[in-house]
């Protein structure tokens, strides 16, 4: 990145043709365990020089907040759960 803009990479064919970049494949972060091995590919990914380790910082933030996200999902369902259970006993 440079001055705070996303360099774009651009591609050619042999005839010099521009093509269109493929996309990203789609990461799998369902879970905590998905979320916790894409934060391991991302640090390795610094470890060995593949992404610099600004970049990585950014993403480890990012999944940091998804993991956040996905913490506050589950524990919101299993206090509603709860609260549910509570309140099929004070019917009896």
């Known amino acids: 990145m440079e001055n705070g803009k996303k360099q774009e990479v651009e591609v050619f064919d042999e005839e010099g043709n521009l093509l269109d970049p493929a996309p990203l494949p789609k990461i799998d972060l369902h879970d905590a365990h998905a979320i916790r091995r894409e934060l391991g590919s991302v640090y390795r990914d610094m470890r060995s ?5 600004q970049e990585g910082t950014r993403l480890a933030y990012v999944l940091d907040m998804i993991r956040k996200a996905y ?3 589950v524990l919101q369902e299993r206090v509603e759960f709860l609260e549910r259970a509570i309140e099929r006993r004070k019917k009896k």
């Open 49 to 53: 020089g593949r992404i610099e380790t």
């Open 71 to 73: 913490d506050t999902s």
